[in-house]
């Protein structure tokens, strides 16, 4: 920003940036909790998110289907939409985005074994 120096110009611009962020969040009703079980919480929703990523990343690397069961895939997807728009309704974060991630792994499996079956 011409007329201040740099990390004045940087401190602003964070500034601007959190203070939209924290409008938003507030807005839809995304405010984020302070204790510790809070924080367990949204670390276990990035855990339990990513658990189907391995067997993803496997199945695309060998494109063996043989054993998965696509009837669990879709139960997973299924009730992970489900807990999905709970977590919408309930504005728990952790909520929205471990279901999010394990259904996106979900469908995405889900549609590789019926490609390669």
Do not use: C
């Not at 110009?9 to 924290?22: F, K």
């Amino acid at each position: 920003m011409p007329g201040f120096p740099e990390s004045i110009a940087n401190d602003r611009v964070r500034g601007i940036i959190q203070s939209m962020l924290n409008g938003f969040t507030q807005r839809i009703g995304l405010t984020k909790h302070k204790h510790p079980i809070d924080h367990l919480a949204e670390l276990n929703a990035l855990v339990g998110g990513i658990a189907l990523y391995p067997q993803l990343s496997k199945l695309v690397s060998t494109h063996d289907v043989d054993g998965l069961a696509p009837t669990s895939f879709f139960i997973m997807f299924a009730t992970n939409l489900v807990w999905h728009a709970y977590g919408w309704h309930r504005r728990a974060p952790p909520v929205i985005v471990s279901s999010a991630l394990t259904a996106l792994a979900a469908a995405i499996i889900l549609a590789l074994i019926f490609v390669w079956k």
